[in-house]
């Protein structure tokens, strides 16, 4: 039964953000040939409408208003419960993202409605939706269907591959006009964090380092390799407790939920709290001193030896390569 799906374009910095293209795909297959509709929130958005078009929606809706220029829980659910009256969608996907993790319990209780959270599948029944999430930190995984009235999901960023782009795609993009207001909360400024470059949940590559880095200039060989590769720098919450890095890099339960292509841990014991955040990677390579480490155990290649001496070695090994 074809199905009419709405998906939030999450935009950072003046781009979309690469999960709100995989979640059009994920919204392409639990719309069974029914109409995805992508929503865009935010000051000047128009023009990217295009872009959610080319992924695959069928068509873009966009809420522009001032009061929309920063992301605030209010004045997003203001306009996503707006564009929901007027499109009467069975289902809107999120980026399972610190926006969609905010946003989406938000309007599902207050519509009543039910939330699959951290979404790896959509798969379409007769009727409903199947949802596949993983739980138990990732050691298993669950099927859910919503039986009654909307269903929101977020999805796991990195985990649904997108749709090829197609820049003949053409669809309608129209705007919604509301009045945003009563806001609780209003953004003044934003500071932004010095960042180790690519972000985190978002990168095909990632080098983390444990507390075996042993110290803040420990990162800078792991940074460099990251460099090369196209990557970013993650760690375990063994190595933000010990103040090497800061704990917006912490990998795991308590941290951020990754799944890169490859996952090069250096100096990680491997304990299952850090599993959680990283053991849906493609590719594990583990760089330990301990052949014990359970780390190994995952791993899909591992190297038992000092980091200092092997990461510098890989980096010189991939410069040849890439360049
Ligand atoms: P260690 O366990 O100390 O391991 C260091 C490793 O480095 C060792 O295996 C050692 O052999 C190796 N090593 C040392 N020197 C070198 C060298 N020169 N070259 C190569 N290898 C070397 N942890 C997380 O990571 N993420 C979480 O989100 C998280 N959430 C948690 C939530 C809860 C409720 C609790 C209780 C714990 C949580 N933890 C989390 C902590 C987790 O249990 C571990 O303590 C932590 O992951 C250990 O970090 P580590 O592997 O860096 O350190």
Known sequence: MSKKMVVLGEIREGSLRNVSFEAIAAAKSAAQGGEVVGVLVGQSVNALGS?????????????????????TSDGYAQALLAVIQDVNPDGIIFGHTALGKDLAPRLAAKLNSGLVSDVTRIE????????????????????????DGLSFVTIRPNNIVPLVKDESRTGDISSLKMEIKDLRSIIKEVVSKASMGVDLSEAKV?????????????????????????????????????????YSLQIGQT??????????????????????????????????KDSEANIFNVADYGIVGDLFEVVPMLTEEFRKLLN
């Open 51 to 71: 872009d959610l078009i080319q992924y695959g929606a069928d068509r873009v809706v966009t809420v522009e208003h001032a009061n929309l220029a920063q992301y």
């Open 124 to 147: 379409g029944a007769a009727g409903n939706l199947i949802f596949t999430r993983p739980i138990y930190s990732g050691k298993a995984f669950e099927k859910k269907i919503i039986t």
């Open 206 to 246: 990632i080098v983390a380092g444990g507390r075996g880095v042993k110290s803040k200039e420990g990162f800078a060989p792991l940074q460099e390799l990251a460099k090369i590769l196209g990557g970013a720098v993650g760690a375990s919450r063994g190595a933000c407790d010990a103040d090497y890095c800061d």
């Open 255 to 288: 941290g951020k939920v990754v799944t890169p292509d490859l996952y090069i841990a250096c100096g990680i014991s491997g304990a299952i709290q850090h599993l959680a955040g990283m053991s849906n990677s493609k590719v594990i390579v583990a760089i330990n």
